[in-house]
């Protein structure tokens, strides 16, 4: 049934029914008129001259502190795609591509090339950047993109200035955006939606998030049950993990990945020649970390220490590819590679912005930082247990242990978070997705989503590669239109397998990587 849409102004007693839900502060406001992050209607217009005249987009405003309604205000950029049936609409599909810190004002363009038309013509694709990001109230820390590098392994003789580097990070984060960054959080954004949800009218959203955005799904949900409609997680993040443990799980993911990529070489030596039994094809790769750790490895331009190799962790999730690349670093090793472009493995800095306003260079730094600092206050304070931290899982987790557990500017932290952290343990009907083989998010990741979402359904493609699957051809495409399309989850969880697994089946969607992860290797 299509959604109601609420009247300009609404009566008391519908007002008392949105703002609780917003913020509990705000419930004695209930008898006064709407507030005005309420009472607003966007005013679409084309979002830019290059863009389709369908695609729209707006500017709405929403407190920073919703516990502070009448406060200070930011904008919110929203966008949308109108769905291609006024018969056949449902409502909305709000959409997000991750992060924290990914801009999502584009989404509804990017997909609307690859959802199927079936989805396309039941909902309005709604894309919005979240609070601090893009177009919405943009933030910075005015940080140098080495200052974004945050790939940084434990070293002893370096790790004073390593912690600097964080404490670096941290106060120019506060000295800049101090009072702002303990509502840049995922709750607040949550709240950001539900502001979008009513502005457009409608009594529920439907939701697809990608990565990060399957955390802020899953705290929509938690905050505001009964306005969730159908929503699909697409490799999901792992809620009782947030945030430290998230990055940590980067390192616990990489070492089965590492282990099938071994066995799988090993099979084909003939082709590939980096040792015919799974050990030996560890020692190749061994080995040559150790030389590039002695003198660097010259390889596309670029010279790799031994460090820059293990930071490319993500490349063992695809098989093939790793394959293609250890043989390429193996040639330049021995003076046999080709030069082309150098590539300085530095963060890529945001490309110009299509719409609006001009975003700083470090945004998404910025926001992705504020967002993993101030969403939990579990971050260690003590410098000391980063570094006995990072020892031990580089022992447990050698390819990618000590950069994960390094230490990060969280410690540093200033502002706490406005909240403490949301536990998930709603039983809101969700449809979560899941390759066996994500790099981002690997499959336990996935498992920790759906036990924490005790209505959810997974489907997990088997032998699936990449990060992202809706709107890939994957064999989860069909499972996740039926359930946006009808409405009905599957009897139970689904397992599928991947037709081609050996290389990548990521989306091909501007699902963003965290910032400061260098481009050699690890673009997987």
Known sequence: MRSRRIAPVLAASAVAALIPALTPATASAAANPLPQHLD???????????????????????????????????????????????????????????????????????????????????????????????????????????????????????????VKWARTVAEKCDAKQGDELPHITTRNTARDMDVIRAVLGEKKISYLGYSYGTYLGAVYTQMFPRRSDRIVLDSAIDPARIWRGMIQVWAE?????????????????????????????????????????????????????????????????????????????????????????????????????????????????ASFWAVVCSDTRAWPRDPEQYRRDAIRDKAKYPLYGDFASHIKPCAFWKKKGSEPATTIDNKVGVLTLQNEWDSQTPLPSGLGMHRAMKGSRMVTVAGGVGHGIYGSKSCADKTATAYLTTGKLPAKDVTCKAPAPERSSAAKLPIPMPPGIPGLLSRF
């Open 253 to 365: 993911g990489s070492e089965p990945a590492f282990t099938r990529w071994s066995k799988w070489t090993a099979q084909r030596h003939a082709t590939y020649k980096l040792g015919n039994t799974p050990d030996k094809v560890r020692k190749t790769f061994w080995a040559l970390v150790a030389q590039a750790n002695k003198k660097p490895i010259e390889l596309n331009g670029a010279s790799l220490s031994g460090d820059d190799i293990r930071a490319g962790r993500a490349m063992f999730f695809s098989v093939r590819e790793a394959a293609e690349q250890i043989v390429e670093l193996k040639k330049a090793a021995a003076g046999k590679g080709q030069s082309s472009t150098p590539d300085t493995g530095a963060p890529e800095r945001p490309a110009p912005p299509a719409f609006g306003r001009a975003v700083p260079a470090d945004n998404y730094s």
């Open 40 to 162: 607003q209607r966007p005013a679409w217009h084309r979002c830019n001259s290059a863009a389709p005249a369908s695609f729209q987009c707006a500017t709405l405003k929403v407190p920073l502190d919703y516990s502070r309604p009448g406060g200070k205000k930011i904008d919110l950029a929203i966008s949308r795609i109108k769905a291609t049936s006024t018969a056949e609409r449902r409502g909305v599909l709000l959409l997000n591509p991750g992060g924290p810190g990914g801009p999502g004002l584009d989404m509804p363009q990017s997909l609307s090339a690859e959802l199927p038309k079936s989805v396309q013509r039941k909902y309005d694709l709604i894309g919005f950047d979240p609070r601090g990001v893009g177009q919405s109230s943009p933030i910075s820390c005015g940080l140098t993109a080495e200052e974004e590098n945050w790939q940084r392994p434990y070293k002893a003789a370096l790790f004073a200035k390593d």
